[in-house]
């Protein structure tokens, strides 16, 4: 690889006579969490990570991650902190690797990483999805690509599969390729955050990392549970009566297929050997305290991601009456109320450099 730095503003490569250019300011992005109406579980491909069945998320205003990037000519290794700490080795390496996917080769200048987050990270929140939407805009700003919607989504998507739905706002949809090389796996938006004023009530019932990160349940979950190939072959269905309930704003219609998708999900996880439990006792308290709001007539719907938190789909007319009942639930440690959010961006006024 030979380096030259342009006027101290550009860190230039060229291996094999193609020439790139990384910019040396700093780069800020921000992305929005999501919550997935009908769930992604299970891989066709690890390697390239490409799921084995379709999703539809709605993108979360009150949940983000925000990251600033900086390539280095000094720097000999990559820095990533998260949330005001040095990462873990494993994030670190998640994140390197990410890079060098973005670069197309691991012959790249070094680059630090800042990334926080507004809520509980690695407890089942999708923090890998707003995590990977944020680092894959911030990455392909600072390596000078041009990126569209579709390209950042399947770029996101190699980071993290529930990240190709963060890049944009209010409904989406991860497409399900048929090509093993992932070209077609990349997530497009359905309605934006306008369309829709559902509220989604997230209940923590806990701060602790989970035990099991989703790759490695998804794995376990395609070599082990029996009902695995029905999870694929009904998961179509699941997906298209989904896209016309939200077309209608049939809101009832929405939260019984959501309530089915995230139940269909964890009974099948459940059934993998050894069997994968992602929820704990309040978990399973506001199950059922729900169940019970819904059955007085307040339409109130839940689901659950790979952790044991509780999000809750209502109207904003009932928003009171939910919160008032997750506020009698032992085990509920704090509500968050999103509304439906933006789709991921860059932070044009935020230039300060972090090396
Ligand atoms: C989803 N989840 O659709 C599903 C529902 C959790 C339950 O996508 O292995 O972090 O990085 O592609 O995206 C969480 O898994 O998994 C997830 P990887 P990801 O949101």
Redesign the pocket.
Known sequence: MDVYKERNHFFVTKTHSVIKKYSLSPVTAVAHS???L????G?RSVEY?L?AVG?I?LTLDALHTKTTLQFSDTLKEDQLILNDQDATASALKRVSDFLDITAGSSDRPKAKVISENNFPTGA?L?S??SG?AALALAAGKGMGQSLSDEALSRLA?M?????A?SIYGGFSE?QLGTKDDGSEDFAVPLYDENYWDVRLLVAVTSDEKKEL???EG?VRTTKTAPYYEHWVSSHPNDLREMRQAIAEKDFEKTGELAEHSCFK?HGLAMAAKPPILYWNAATTETIHRVWILRKSGVPAYVT???GPQMKILCLPESVDAVKDTLSEINGVRSVIEAKPGPGAYIMETVNETII
């Open positions: 999501n919550i997935a009908i769930k992604y579980w891989k990570n799921p999703s998320s089942g999708a890998s999805a990977f998507r980071g993290s599969g529930s990240a739905r991860m990160g989703s790759t998804m999900m659950i991601d790979a």
